[in-house]
């Protein structure tokens, strides 16, 4: 059997992180099977899910991308994996590979968004707008997750009262669709570099 390009290169893939609540008390209880179909989308299409290594959104896109048999990476707030498990309570399952990177969480969002080709965001609170804005500066491309949470809402007048024009952001309600969307803003992206 012949390998095609990505499957010979896995430096090819994209690289997709998903970015969200680790406490989901305030997502909507459909929030699950969004982000579970999310991670499975962007296996479908190609990509490699990347996340914060973390519980609640994050961590269910993971586990959509392994239902998929996908590739899951997670970059940890944590110095080791003790740490990661002991002192900041994170799961270690549905990942293949963790990246310690013992910088906390900003430190670690900063890592986790520059390592990334784009960024899709659901249900998520204060940290999930950290790497939206990190994101946004970075001049990734990002995919908003419309759903029955107020995170897109938020966004949206954030974006409104900012005062600055941002065409790789693109908004839907559709998992697969939203993935797609943002394939395209990545492949624009990578063709202009």
Known sequence: MKLNNDDQHGHNKMKLCVSGAAETGHCPPNALDKAKELGREIVRQGGMLITGATTGFPLWSAIGAKEENGISIG???????????????LPIDYMDLIVYTGFGYPGRDLLLIRSTDAVLIGCGRIGTIHEFTIAFEDGKPIGILQGDWDTDETIKTILERGHRLNDNIVFDTDPRSLVEKVIKLVKKQKTKD
């Open 75 to 89: 970059f940890s707030p944590a110095i080791s994996e003790k740490e990661h498990i002991e002192s900041y309570r």
